[in-house]
């Protein structure tokens, strides 16, 4: 079964790829629950996934509901979390977000807060602070070392959600900190793996890079054909159903921008496709609140909140989009 669909696929060998080391399910025996939650504003996918055995669970990509219009915020989706995981008895552990999402605002600091649960994000996190520092030219007072998250996990690190290992493999490509959440047969991919028919995440933002997303996707796709893949968004894709899982032999056989690529045709496609789209309409907002661990900027001397958005800072404007 795994070689015809690798056929399908022409995916490379990968041993024809310089990993720093082959990917591999955590724990693969262990089937984590794992519900998913739908942002219909920004199309993300907020999880609970929960050790069966212990009932302990973890939050990934949590939400906090932003309005840009009127500049409001709200924790409506990171409450209907918080209500799942007492409604079914879970206790959490912890509080994880993927990367630093350019697309809607973390609800990680609003639920530590909440819980006093400890949160966690990639640590190459800090060099996303630096870079983004300069953009928004904070203040030397605003800490670039990760110090508003309890832990940085770096590539390969493990803990534990319960009795559940959980490995942690480095997926730079649509950001350069993004990791991947491997938790038993199921791995979290964030914005690296899109449902079959939608392909991949973009990868042109400061510090993204086409080639190494190729890289990361064969890293994931070399876990065992049957793993869980999760998906932090969905845009209903021909207007189909919501749909956030899919499985590695199903992502080989079927995605979209991966039949019949190679590293070149890959970077290829997705740099021809990223200069189509328009940045994201939340992003110079929602990087400044992801980027201080979800918490939205110090109030100023009104005992009000601002965010920043700097002018004329990048290229790719949408006029006549
Ligand atoms: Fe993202």
């Known amino acids: 079964m795994t070689n015809v ?37 920004t199309g993300s996918i907020q999880y609970v996934v929960a050790d069966p055995v212990t009932r302990k669970s973890a939050i990934i990509d949590p939400v906090l509901d932003f309005d840009p219009r009127s500049g409001s915020t709200r924790t409506t989706s990171a409450d209907r979390l918080l209500k799942h995981i007492e409604a079914h008895g879970l206790t959490l552990e912890w509080i994880l977000d993927t990367h630093p999402h350019a697309d809607h605002f973390s609800a990680a600091g609003y639920l530590k807060d909440m819980t006093g649960v400890s949160t966690g994000i990639g640590e190459r996190v800090v060099e996303m602070q630096r870079l983004w520092k300069a953009f928004y030219n904070l203040p030397d007072s605003v800490p670039v070392d990760g110090s508003q998250w309890d832990r940085l996990f770096a590539d390969g690190e493990r803990f534990t959600v319960g009795e559940m290992e959980v490995r942690v493999l ?14 038993g047969n199921a791995a979290f ?133």
Not at 16 to 33: E, M, R, Y
Not at 170 to 180: A, N
Request: charged share 20%; net charge neutral.
């Open 189 to 321: 991919v964030h914005d690296t793996l899109f449902m079959p028919d939608s392909g991949t995440a973009r990868a042109d933002f400061p510090g993204g890079d086409a080639r190494q997303l190729w890289r990361t996707i064969l890293r994931i796709l070399q876990l065992p054909s049957d793993t869980r893949l999760f998906s932090g968004h969905d845009y209903r894709t021909n207007g189909r159903d919501t749909s956030w899982e899919s499985t590695v032999a199903a992502q080989r056989a079927h995605n979209l921008h991966l039949k019949n690529c190679d590293e070149s045709k890959f970077v290829k496609l997705r740099t021809e496709r990223d200069r189509s789209l328009p940045m994201p309409a939340l992003m110079l907002s929602a990087l400044q609140v992801n980027l201080a661990g979800g918490r939205l900027p110090p109030p100023e001397s009104d005992g009000r909140r601002y965010l920043k958005i700097p002018l004329n800072a990048f290229a790719q404007a949408s006029w006549g989009r």
């Open 5 to 41: 669909i690798f056929e399908s696929v022409s995916l490379p060998r990968p041993d024809h790829l310089q990993l720093a080391s082959p990917a591999t399910a955590a724990d693969a025996g262990v089937s984590p629950d794992v519900t998913g939650f739908y942002d219909e504003a």
């Open 170 to 183: 480095l997926s730079p490509g649509h950001t350069l900190s993004s990791v991947t959440y491997v938790m």
